[in-house]
Structure formats: C-alpha cells, structure tokens
C-alpha cells in the first residue's frame, strides 16, 4: 500500500495543477491493472464527466470494510487525504476545491484493496433542479409539443459539452432512503442534450456563457408528483402541521403511492426524497431551481402550497447542512392553462399563494409565466425565458454580476382609484409585496396602477401608451368586468367607466387568459387582485 501511494503521488507531483489530457491518460494507464475491488465503493453520485463546486471544501464518500484506510488525492493539488472506513462501513474526506477549470482525476486508493479512478472532472458551479413536467420535459421536447429555440440549442450543444455537464436522475420511488443511483454525470453532447431539462439546460448554459465556467446540474424532477413525496415525513409533521387545516393534513398524509416505483406520479410523503434527493445529499451544490405545482392547484391544495413549499425547502437546506439559508431556491409560477375552465380563477389564487411563500422562505426568488402560457398545452414552449429569469436571479444575487436586468418582478405598489369610489384607503400585503391604495383627489373614471421593478417601465418595445389585455375591475357586487387599460411609462391607466363605484382590481386572475401585460424588456407581470375576496 505504502508503494503504491508513494508511486501515485510522484506522479501527481509531476502534474502541473491543471493536468492536461496526456497527464490524465499517464494516470489512467498507470492504474489500469488496479481496478476497483468490490470491497471499496464510491458513492454513484460521483463519476466520470462530474461538476464539483468551486472553491470550497466538497465531500467524497462511499462505503468500504470498517477500519480500512482510503487515500484520496486529487489532481488539482497532488495532495493526500487519508481516511479511515468507520464501524457502519462508510467513509467520507472533503477535498479543498480551486478555482474553475479542467479537466481534473481524482485517484480514490486503499492499496491491494483496490482503487478508483475518476477522470474528467470539471470544477464549477452546481445547481439541484427539480419539480414537475415542465422542469422535466426535454430538450427536444415531447410529441407535439415542442421547445422553442431547442434545435439550434441541440445543433451547437457539442460546443459546450466541455462546460454543461448533466446528473440526469430517473430513480423511481422508494418506501425507504436510499443510498445509490443508476445514474452518472454525462457530458452535453448533442444525443444527451437532446433528452434532459430544457428549463436546466437553458439556465446551465446561461449561466456558463456569462461566468465563463463550467456548470454541472443534478436533475431529478417528476412530471405530476406533489411536495409531500420530497419531503421525509418529520419534517411535514413538525412545519405543516398545525399550519393547515387537520382534515387537509390528514388527506395529504393519506396518499398512498403504488408499490411499482415507476408506476403513477408519486403521492406518498417522502417516496421522492427517498429515492431522488436522500442519495445525493451533501453534494456540495451552490443552490436548487424548482418548477412546480400543476398537480397542487388540480388536487386542491392551493390555500396551502406556500406551507408546504416553505416545509421542503427547509427539509432540503437542513439536509445539506444550511441552517442559514445560504443556498437560494428559485421557484417559477405555473403558466397559464385552460385546466378545462379556461375562465375558472384557481390558478389565479394559486399564483398568489405561490408568490406568498416568499414571505416565509429566506433567499429565494421567483421567474414569472403570465405571458408564456398556452391555452391547450400544460407544457408551454417558451422555457427558455424562465430560464433566463432563473439565470438572472442567480447572476444578480449569487454571483453578484450586475445584469443590468435588475434582480425583483413587476409588482404594482400603488392604486389609485376616483375620489367618488367607496375604496378605503389602506397598504394591503398581497402576494409577497406590498400594496398601497389611495383615492384621487377628485371624482374620475380611471385607475392608475403604479409598478415597481419594472427596471425602464411597460409596455411593448415601440409605442407610448399601449393598450394591455386581462384588467378586471369589480364593485361592491364583486362581480368583474373586463375594461380597457393602457401603458403610461411605470403605470396602467385602466378605463373604468363602465364599473358604478369600483372597489377592486384584478389582474390575468383566470386560468387562462390572454393578458399580455410585460416590462419593456419582455418579462412577464404576475397576476395580481386588490381584494381579499375568497375563492
């Protein structure tokens, strides 16, 4: 054993600290009579073609007889990191990573006992994306449903195999954690972009063109699962209970999952968590991008998406050891939909609910869909603009690349109605910001709402004044009527003449709709209301 660390570590010594392919293949070949012994694993997390967080301290672990000695020793440094295999038989070293760069090897030994190689590894930036179909829909999309801009972006990928590179999780669901994968890091070739998240490879690729280093993502979404299966079941009881109604807690709790793990949308608490998240925690990761929610608004869990959101995400950082919430989670708004009712409101209060969890989770941020949306298909093709709003979140308040794009949403923050309304002037706190309403000075027959974070205002990219689609306005009835609006700079001027005595605003408040409402850069505004009207 003695020799053949001292061997290796020659070897390594004569590498410079960003090994060329040669010094790689020196290394593979060296070892090549030594394959790794069943005795001694690495964890499937880690493998050839992996993306290790830069600059900071990154676990290695796996399993080994107990008492046994591991010597890691990677590429970058030279340096050896000995361990030993504890009483359960798991061993673990955490290895100082550089700057960005590549490719590196890292060489895992226990002397005659075996040893591993694992080679082509990039050192970068890593992100955990997960949620529904629309963070899992490919690439090169679905029958009949295509990805905007995904055959240029699948023509070129070869380009930037070397920097995106993919942990494409396909586990099905487990009754209790697990520890191994079938899955390994892959390269982004044009075969392997082709099949994995369009929404992650967009946000990869963004993020990897502007830093100008290497991004590896670990995806592991589910098209229709809910948030209780991502989470272990203490961690429902000690934040969703007794924050819901009981009779919706115990209906969540009494989803039951088919014993076939690849049968059905997972339902049961905890079954994704134990076979997608629990095998990979501890990986070091910069942050998660989530995309979800359909199957919640269609199981009627809309008044308490943000308790159970807030519950994962807490569940998610605690597992990686973030008590200080220091790793963001970017979540986006489900897109509008004909859900069979294309003139229902419950997406509207889900999007709201949605937007109400960034109240109650720390560090997070969101990407808006309002006008990215198709009336007959869940599966929107425009993914790369959540993307980009994904990318942009992170580039402003991670990275601290000053974007130019600004790092909030479109929110209005004041209205104003006629001075002859029966509105009562008060600051409402609706979907995660405030709102304040105000009376004119004088009777009217319009509304002017007031946005913030519109970074150089509204309204389409030629035209003053341009008239928007989707404002509702009710009186004391509450019964909405569709009015006339227009852009004015940072404001909507909304006709509500036809309206005795306005009380109340809504904006794209339906499941679908053809609000159109964007800032002059082309993002979205959320839908919105000014009343407290229940669903």
């Known amino acids: 054993m003695k020799r053949f660390i001292i061997a290796a570590a020659a070897l390594l010594a004569t590498m410079c600290s ?10 593979t070949d060296k070892f090549a009579d030594n394959p790794l012994s069943g005795v ?12 290790l967080q830069r600059e900071t301290s990154v676990p290695i672990w796996g399993w080994a007889p107990p008492g046994l000695k591991i010597n890691v020793i990677p590429t970058w440094s030279g340096k050896k990191i000995s361990t030993e295999v504890d009483t359960e038989g798991r061993w673990e070293v955490k290895l100082d990573t550089p700057k960005a760069g590549g490719p590196y090897a890292i060489l895992i030994t226990a002397g005659k006992k075996g040893n591993a190689l694992l080679t082509d590894v990039m050192i970068g930036e890593v992100w955990l994306c997960s949620g529904q179909s629309n963070m899992e829909l490919n690439l090169v999309g679905a029958t009949s449903q295509g990805v905007e801009g995904s055959y240029e972006a699948i023509a070129e990928a070869g380009e930037y195999a070397d920097m995106i590179r993919f942990l494409d ?70 934040h969703v209970k007794g924050q819901i109604p009981d009779e919706a807690y115990q209906n969540i709790l009494s989803r039951v999952d088919e014993p076939d793990p690849n049968r059905d949308a997972p339902r049961q608490v905890g079954t994704l968590y134990n076979s997608r998240l629990h095998p990979v925690i501890g990986y070091a990761i910069r942050g998660f991008v989530w995309y979800q929610g359909c199957s919640e608004l269609i199981f009627n869990d809309i008044p308490y998406y943000d308790k159970l959101q807030a519950a994962m995400v807490r569940c998610w950082r605690d597992a990686w050891g973030d008590k200080d919430n220091e790793l963001p989670f970017y979540f986006a708004l489900i897109a509008p939909y004909g859900y069979s009712d294309p003139d229902g409101v419950k997406r509207g209060y889900f999007v709201e609910n949605q937007l109400a969890s960034l109240d109650i989770i720390p560090n997070s941020g969101v990407a808006v869909t309002e006008t990215l949306g198709d009336k007959g298909c869940i599966h929107p093709a425009r993914k790369k603009e959540v993307s980009d709003q994904f990318a942009v979140l992170a580039l402003e308040n991670v990275y601290g690349v ?12 004041q209205i104003t109605f006629p001075a002859n309304s029966k509105v009562e002037p008060k600051t409402i706190h609706q979907s995660g910001y405030d709102i304040e309403i105000l009376k004119a000075d004088a009777p009217g027959k319009t509304i002017t709402i007031h946005f913030a974070d519109t970074r150089i205002g509204l309204g389409h990219y030629s035209d003053y004044g341009s008239p928007v689609v989707g404002f509702e306005v009710a009186g004391p009835n509450k019964v909405f009527r569709p009015v006339p609006a227009k852009t004015l700079w940072e404001s909507v001027v909304i006709d509500c003449s036809s309206v005795p005595n306005p009380v109340a605003v809504r904006y794209a408040f339906h499941n679908w709709s053809e609000a159109d409402l964007r800032t002059t850069l082309g993002i979205p505004v959320a839908s919105f209301r000014t009343d407290d009207w229940p669903m």
């Open 40 to 51: 001694i694993k690495v964890a499937d997390v880690f493998s050839n073609h992996m993306v």
């Open 18 to 27: 960003t090994p060329s392919v040669k010094d790689i293949q020196k290394l």
């Open 402 to 413: 000053n974007t130019g794009l600004g790092n909030g949403f479109a929110h209005p923050d």
């Open 169 to 238: 999780i396909k586990a099905g669901k487990a009754f209790e954690p697990q520890d191994t994968l079938d899955a390994a890091w892959e390269r982004t070739e044009g075969d392997v972009a082709a099949k994995v998240s369009a929404v992650a490879y967009f946000f990869a690729k963004r993020l990897t063109k502007t830093l100008g280093v290497p991004v590896g993502i670990i995806n592991n979404p589910w098209g229709g699962c809910l948030l209780p299966p991502w989470m272990p079941l203490e961690y429902m009881e000690e």
